[in-house]
């Protein structure tokens, strides 16, 4: 079992930064595809970045210059690093991991393909 706790979460200010963390309860990482979620209230749960293979990483268009995904395996924590932060950028944040799969580049914008998810934590922008 893979046991993920986020926290960094909180109210800024647009144009603000944030850097949220997921710290894995069991360092797993190595073996794991990992990535961040977030979801407004009511609206489905959006895929925000993810770490598809080693050093690649991809992003949702809406964050893509603004955030960053990264990893640090020994201490087993996952980061995103959020600036610019916009309104709309408003949502509790979600890590998430799952088994590596074959063809994960394509899998990993899908919330059904991960298996692990962290409580959240919320993040508030404030125009």
């Known amino acids: 079992q893979v046991q993920l706790v986020e926290s960094g979460g909180g109210s800024v200010q647009s144009g603000g930064s944030l850097r949220l963390s997921c710290a894995a309860v069991?360092?797993?990482?190595?073996?794991?595809?990992i990535g961040w979620f977030r979801q407004a209230p009511g609206k489905e749960r959006e895929w925000v970045a993810a770490?598809?293979?080693?050093?690649?990483?991809v992003y949702a268009d809406s964050v893509k210059g603004r955030f960053t995904i990264s990893q640090e395996n020994v201490k087993g924590t996952l980061y995103l690093q959020m600036n610019t932060l916009k309104p709309e950028d408003t949502a509790r944040y979600y890590c998430?991991?799952?088994?590596?799969?074959?063809?994960?580049?394509?899998?990993?914008?899908?919330?059904?393909?991960?298996?692990?998810w962290g409580q959240g934590t919320q993040v508030t922008v404030s125009s």
């Open positions: 069991v360092n797993a990482y190595s073996s794991l595809y």
């Open positions: 998430a991991a799952a088994p590596r799969v074959p063809n994960w580049t394509i899998r990993a914008l899908f919330a059904y393909e991960y298996v692990y």
């Open positions: 770490i598809v293979s080693e050093g690649n990483t």
